[in-house]
């Protein structure tokens, strides 16, 4: 029995201290991966901030070449600009310098022309009236001719218009004859047809007499005959007649 208590005793005692043994490793354990994991998030939050710094370092220089690019564009279309101008105040110095010789031509050609005008109208002064006299009476004799002509037409115009008119009054009155004689044949058609029916009410009007005389013959047979019933003078043709 005490040989058992012992063992029992160093069993226990060997299962306690590898228990304890396991739990101290399995917190170093833990500890050991609490540390490993603060680590890992501290180089993941380095690698972080390095890329967001790469990020924003590339950006700050795509900023900085795509500025002295504009800069460049600016400055080549200020270049481009001043050299249109300076071509533009050299076109416009030729081209005033050609108005300006054109200009003196223009005024030595005018003096050249009227000191040619003055010399022909002192040669040609006696000529030149005698045109305008001539051209003045053509001018009249072609003013008379339009006032005949105008005249004529005036005239023409006039007879024409009276022979409108005279067609226009002849057509009414050949119209107005037509739808006379359109009225009188409707009248007269009328008046026939109306004597024609005054002819059909008068053989009317003898059928209805012929017809009431013949009644009235029979009215007064049946009143003969009544009175000879009543007054008992009754006949063989009487009795005969009414027992038909």
């Known amino acids: 029995m005490d040989s058992n208590s ?36 501290l180089l993941r939050q380095e690698e972080a901030k390095a890329l967001k710094k790469i990020e924003e370092t590339r950006k700050r220089a795509q900023e900085i070449l795509a500025a002295r690019a504009k800069n460049e564009e600016n400055q080549q279309q200020q270049r481009q600009a001043q050299l249109e101008k300076e071509l533009e105040n050299k076109k416009k110095a030729e081209e005033f310098k050609k ?22 109208d002192a040669l040609s002064l006696k000529e030149v009236n005698k045109r305008r006299k001539a051209a003045k009476e053509a001018q009249m004799k072609e003013e008379n001719m339009q006032k005949m002509s105008l005249r004529d037409q005036i005239k023409e115009q006039q007879r024409e218009a009276e022979e409108r008119r005279r067609l226009i009054e002849e057509e009414r009155r050949a119209k107005l004859k037509k739808e006379i004689a359109k009225k009188i044949e409707e009248e007269n058609q009328a008046r026939i047809e109306r004597e024609q029916e005054i002819e059909r009410m008068e053989q009317l009007e003898l059928e209805l007499i012929q017809r009431l005389q013949n009644t009235q013959f029979m009215q007064r047979n049946a009143y003969e005959d009544l009175e000879n019933a009543l007054s008992g003078n009754i006949d063989e043709n009487l009795s005969a007649k009414y027992r038909d």
Not at 104 to 120: F, P
């Open 99 to 120: 108005q300006k010789e054109f200009e003196k031509k223009k005024r030595s050609a005018l003096r050249n022309q009227m000191q040619l005008r003055a010399k022909q």
């Open 6 to 41: 012992n063992s029992n005793i160093s069993i226990n005692g060997f299962s306690h201290s590898g228990l304890s043994e396991a739990r101290q490793l399995r917190k170093q354990a833990e500890e050991d991966s609490r540390l490993l994991a603060n680590r890992i998030s």
